[in-house]
């Protein structure tokens, strides 16, 4: 089971497809893992990646609301109401608009990592 040629698994696992072949779907809720592709059958499931997704989506979140909370505090200076009502909406948005690509592009580096592996303990 290899990665198609023109299939970058990066992309797929940004698109939510199945990194190995490109086509099957890689979620069957909103941030659970397909045991397999229903269209190349590989164990989707194996791949473990952690917390990882979640550290780097709070630290680009973070960063983003941070910085825009700080400029806007030194160039405006409104009141800690409104800075709750931008922010706290705008960081949640984020966070859960960046966390299924960041999943998905982990279990691609995973599965490309594994099948890297595979590929030369077989030569």
Request: proline letters at 8%.
């Amino acid at each position: 089971m290899t990665v198609g040629p023109t299939t970058s698994p990066f992309l797929a696992g940004l698109k939510g497809r199945c990194p190995n072949c490109g086509q099957g779907a890689l979620w069957t809720g909103f941030l659970t893992v397909s045991p397999t592709c229903s269209v190349c059958a590989y164990p989707l499931v194996e791949a473990d990646t952690g917390e990882g997704p979640a550290v780097f989506v709070i630290l680009i979140v973070g960063f983003i609301v941070v910085f825009a909370a700080l400029f806007t505090e030194i160039a405006v200076h409104p009141p800690i109401w409104l800075h709750l009502v931008l922010w706290l909406p705008l960081a949640t948005a984020l966070s859960l608009g960046l966390l299924r690509p960041a999943k998905g592009l982990m279990l691609a580096a995973v599965i490309r990592n594994r099948l890297a592996r595979e590929r030369d303990t077989q030569a």
